[in-house]
Every structure is written in structure tokens, then in C-alpha cells.
């Protein structure tokens, strides 16, 4: 049997029950048996993002996707929801992961910003050291379903398009006035050129677009989740030196 692992951005799973789907074997073209079986239940798979060989023969795949309604006697879970064997979990570590086994199924996956080069660009400064820090306006990440951090938590976030780049555990999560935010906390973020001014500008106009996409007030008094992070691991990185 082949085994599926479909994600969407943010990773929830697409289901068969408690397992994700899996085929019947076609040894001479695995993924074109898949792109079609998924097709005829009015799924477009696009290129996957990984496969390897399957424990009884063909391949197995991952693939990830926009948010879609699920078809037909499937349905989107969290990953960290799905029990079944797990094939899903081995599949994640393995094709998406790289192989880093996360120290806990219970992640967050989340991407940085508000569009996937802005994902991308700050998920780079933490990459190369320079961002350890970083924060959100607690009522419009509600509206966004955007995941608030808390101490411990750990997370996998995302080049903005799903793929996953990092896994950071919250050090220290504290929650201040917009207005309150220090100039340590503002410079930890990394961005910009390292100015309070350059940040209370950025951030400002940042936050102002947020409440105006989701019919919110922004001012000096809305509460700001500060995040101190620590990186686990950068996706795809060997620890390992030769």
C-alpha cells in the first residue's frame, strides 16, 4: 500500500478516519496513480514534497496544499490529533522534517508575518542569528487564527507557504501595552536597522493594517504577546559535522 500525507498550510491533515489515505501499489508510476486517484475526487495534487519508498512496496508521499474542503469521506485534523498507526507522524518527521524528530507531537505550525516573502524574509534572520524575538498583537492574531504562544510551547514555522524552515520553543512569553514594548525587546526582533524608531514605525503600520483587515482598533493601549524564542533546529540543517 501507498501511503498519502496531505497538509495545508498551517499542517492540518487530510484523513481517512484516524489514518491518512493510502492506495493500492502501482510499482511502474506511483505518483501519477496518486495525482489521479485524488483527482477523481476532485483534489488537484500539485508536485510532491517528498516521497520515499513505501514499507510494503511503491512510494509514499507528502504533499502540501491550500485549504480545501476536505472531499467525500475525508477531513482535515491536526496533526497532532491523528493517532491511526503512525504513518502520519513517521511521514512528517521524515519528508518534511528532514528527519529532525520534533521533542513533542504537540506543535504549533505558523509562519511569520502576513505573506510568504515576509515569511520567508524573517524566518532568514532567525536563520543567520539576528532575530530572537518576536511578537503579536493578541486580538488580531485571534481574528487571524494565528496560534498564541505560551512558555514551553514548541513550533514549526513556515516559509509562508507551508514548507517548513524552523522549530523554535518559547523561552519567556509576556504580555505589554503596545507603547510598553522596551527597546531590548524591539531590537531582538532583528529587523529593520536596529532602531526603537525604526520598529514602533514598521510595527505600527503593520498592526493599523491588521485592525483595518479585521474591523479592530489599534492603538498604544492594545496588548502585544513579546516572545522570547530559542531555535531548535533549522529544517533540513545537519547537526552532524563530518
Given at each position: 500500500?501507498?501511503?498519502?500525507?496531505i497538509?495545508?498550510?498551517?499542517?492540518?491533515?487530510?484523513c481517512?478516519?484516524d489514518?491518512?489515505?493510502?492506495?493500492?501499489?502501482?510499482?511502474?508510476?506511483?505518483?501519477?496513480?496518486?495525482?489521479?486517484?485524488?483527482?477523481s475526487?476532485?483534489?488537484?495534487?500539485?508536485?510532491?514534497?517528498?516521497?520515499?519508498?513505501?514499507?510494503?512496496?511503491?512510494?509514499?508521499f507528502?504533499?502540501?496544499?491550500?485549504?480545501?474542503?476536505?472531499?467525500t469521506?475525508?477531513?482535515?485534523?491536526?496533526?497532532?490529533?491523528?493517532?491511526?498507526?503512525?504513518?502520519?507522524?513517521?511521514?512528517?518527521?521524515?519528508?518534511?522534517?528532514?528527519?529532525w524528530?520534533?521533542?513533542?507531537?504537540?506543535v504549533d505550525?505558523?509562519?511569520?508575518?502576513?505573506?510568504?516573502?515576509m515569511?520567508?524574509?524573517?524566518?532568514h534572520?532567525?536563520?543567520?542569528?539576528?532575530?530572537?524575538?518576536?511578537?503579536?498583537?493578541?486580538?488580531?492574531?485571534?481574528?487571524?487564527?494565528?496560534?498564541?504562544?505560551?512558555?514551553?510551547?514548541?513550533?514549526?514555522?513556515?516559509?509562508?507557504?507551508?514548507?517548513p524552515?524552523?522549530?523554535?520553543?518559547?523561552?519567556?512569553?509576556?504580555?505589554?501595552?503596545?507603547?510598553?514594548?522596551?527597546?531590548?525587546?524591539?531590537?531582538?526582533?532583528?529587523?529593520?536597522?536596529l532602531t526603537?524608531?525604526?520598529w514602533?514605525?514598521?510595527?505600527?503600520?503593520?498592526f493599523?493594517?491588521?485592525?483595518?483587515t479585521?474591523?479592530?482598533?489599534?492603538?498604544?493601549?492594545?496588548?502585544?504577546?513579546?516572545?522570547?524564542?530559542?531555535?531548535?533546529?533549522?529544517?533540513?540543517?545537519s547537526?552532524?559535522?563530518?
Amino acid at each position: 500500500m501507498m501511503r498519502v500525507l496531505i497538509l495545508d498550510r498551517t499542517h492540518r491533515v487530510l484523513c481517512d478516519g484516524d489514518r491518512i489515505p493510502e492506495l493500492s501499489v502501482d510499482e511502474l508510476r506511483p505518483l501519477r496513480m496518486v495525482h489521479a486517484a485524488f483527482a477523481s475526487r476532485g483534489l488537484a495534487l500539485p508536485a510532491p514534497a517528498g516521497s520515499r519508498s513505501g514499507q510494503s512496496g511503491g512510494r509514499d508521499f507528502a504533499f502540501v496544499i491550500d485549504h480545501v474542503a476536505a472531499p467525500t469521506g475525508l477531513a482535515w485534523r491536526r496533526l497532532r490529533d491523528v493517532s491511526g498507526d503512525g504513518a502520519a507522524w513517521q511521514l512528517y518527521v521524515e519528508l518534511m522534517l528532514a528527519g529532525w524528530p520534533p521533542p513533542t507531537r504537540n506543535v504549533d505550525v505558523w509562519s511569520f508575518g502576513n505573506q510568504p516573502e515576509m515569511a520567508a524574509q524573517l524566518a532568514h534572520l532567525v536563520a543567520c542569528g539576528a532575530k530572537r524575538v518576536t511578537m503579536g498583537w493578541i486580538a488580531g492574531s485571534e481574528r487571524a487564527g494565528v496560534p498564541l504562544a505560551y512558555e514551553g510551547g514548541v513550533s514549526i514555522v513556515t516559509d509562508g507557504f507551508g514548507y517548513p524552515r524552523l522549530a523554535l520553543r518559547s523561552v519567556e512569553v509576556k504580555t505589554v501595552p503596545f507603547g510598553e514594548v522596551d527597546v531590548a525587546s524591539a531590537v531582538g526582533e532583528g529587523e529593520g536597522d536596529l532602531t526603537y524608531g525604526d520598529w514602533r514605525e514598521s510595527h505600527v503600520r503593520y498592526f493599523t493594517a491588521q485592525a483595518a483587515t479585521y474591523a479592530l482598533a489599534f492603538d498604544d493601549r492594545a496588548p502585544i504577546s513579546v516572545e522570547r524564542f530559542e531555535v531548535l533546529h533549522v529544517i533540513g540543517r545537519s547537526d552532524r559535522t563530518a
